[in-house]
């Protein structure tokens, strides 16, 4: 059994932030680290995620997952190793899945911690393209969506976690054509350069309306929309009778303090006899063991490329997770807790 230290770091959300959060609404704060208890590992936090979903938790509302608590720390997906265990199963040394984030040190119930291999992927994929948002990613297409060969499918925050795998599984999959959008040039170029998409476009150069009628003349089948706002709106018009809608997420609107201007044209869905649908990620965990099998094959022969940003250091958590929301990552944005 390595040593417990005496005290870890853990991030707790000290209030309410009202529109974009600031760095005054977070502490982060030494605690003493205890020993596991029974049916518990200690996990040593090597990479922990920040998802826009976090966002939402710091609200103080009813919602699919219970809001942060002040003074509390705050908790999500991380990748750790086990440095005592009191659990079946689990042995000092194992790295585990689990969602005891934002703290150095987690104390995780065993039946709670998923065993991942870093023989078979690095261990920061198991946080996103073979994770959460890669999940997100093949049941929001496949399975939401029904997306099938031939389908002309459009994506929003395209070189995000999510996007980027979309815009790829659909290429795979044997799309017409995938469009993407992004916030900037480079982010663009990437779209086009190394993942394949067909057309891609900078949403901060013009009308969002405008460049996707450009990027696909011939409509859209599959709208996956990240963004919401004048996104979807845009997507409703360039949408084929019967297209679907993946509604995955609508960060557009996750600081906003006053209702969205858009959309206008919600009204397009009974004359195009539109499908539109919600999901969430953990409603699909059927599909894990197929999208590991599928998506790990083409992670591992190349097909399918994916980029990481990583922060380091805990003390730069915070400033990761507001980064991600301003765009500042490409792929899914981590943060690796250790030098
Ligand atoms: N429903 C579910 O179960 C589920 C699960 C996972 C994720 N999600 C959702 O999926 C979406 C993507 O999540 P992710 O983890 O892959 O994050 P991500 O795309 O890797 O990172 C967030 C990205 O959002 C973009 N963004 C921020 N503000 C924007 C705005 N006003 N307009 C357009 N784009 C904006 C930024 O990229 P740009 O530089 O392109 O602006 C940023 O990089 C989010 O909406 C999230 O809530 C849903």
Redesign the pocket.
């Known amino acids: 059994m390595s040593a417990i230290p005496a005290t870890g770091r853990e991030w707790h959300l000290v209030a309410r932030p009202q529109g974009w959060p600031k760095p005054e609404d977070f502490a982060l704060r030494e605690v003493p680290v205890a020993e596991p208890g029974p049916g518990q590992v200690l996990v040593r936090n090597l990479y922990m ?1 920040v ?3 976090m ?2 938790r710091m609200n103080d509302v009813k919602s699919y997952v219970p809001p942060f608590q002040l003074d509390q720390p705050m908790d999500g997906g991380a990748v750790g190793k086990v440095i005592a265990s009191n659990a079946d199963g689990l042995a000092v040394g194992d790295h585990v899945l689990h969602s005891g984030g934002w703290r150095e040190y987690a104390a995780v119930d065993g039946k709670r911690a998923v065993k991942v291999d870093p023989r078979v992927a690095p261990l920061t994929a198991y946080l996103g393209v073979l994770g ?2 890669g999940l ?2 093949y049941s ?1 297409l496949l399975e939401v969506a029904s997306f099938k060969e031939g389908d002309a499918v459009f994506v ?10 979309v815009g790829q599984i659909a290429k795979l999959k044997g799309a017409s054509r995938v469009i993407g ?4 040039d480079e ?1 663009v170029r990437l779209l086009l350069d190394e993942y394949g998409f067909d057309a891609a476009f ?3 150069n013009g009308p969002v309306a405008e460049q996707l009628k450009e990027a696909a003349p011939d409509g859209i089948d599959v709208y996956f ?5 004048d ?1 979807l709106e845009a997507a409703l018009s360039s949408l084929k009778v019967h297209g679907r809608i993946t ?9 906003a303090t006053e209702p969205p201007a858009a959309p206008r044209n919600l009204a397009l869905l009974i004359g195009k006899r539109l499908r539109m649908q ?7 965990n059927h599909l894990q063991p197929q999208f590991f099998e599928e998506v790990g094959a083409w992670v591992r022969e190349g097909k399918l490329h994916y980029r990481e940003t990583v922060v380091k250091g805990v003390d730069n958590a915070v400033d990761a997770f507001l980064g ?10 981590i943060v690796a807790l250790e030098d």
């Open positions: 995620s998802d826009p979903y966002r939402g959460m948002t997100t990613a929001g929003s925050g395209a070189a995000g976690a999510v996007g980027s795998e959008s992004a916030g900037s982010k900078n949403y901060k929309d990240n963004v919401g706002g996104h509604v995955c997420g609508m960060i557009a609107q996750y600081n919600g999901m969430l990620v953990s409603d699909h991600m929301l301003r765009g500042e990552n490409i792929g899914k944005m």
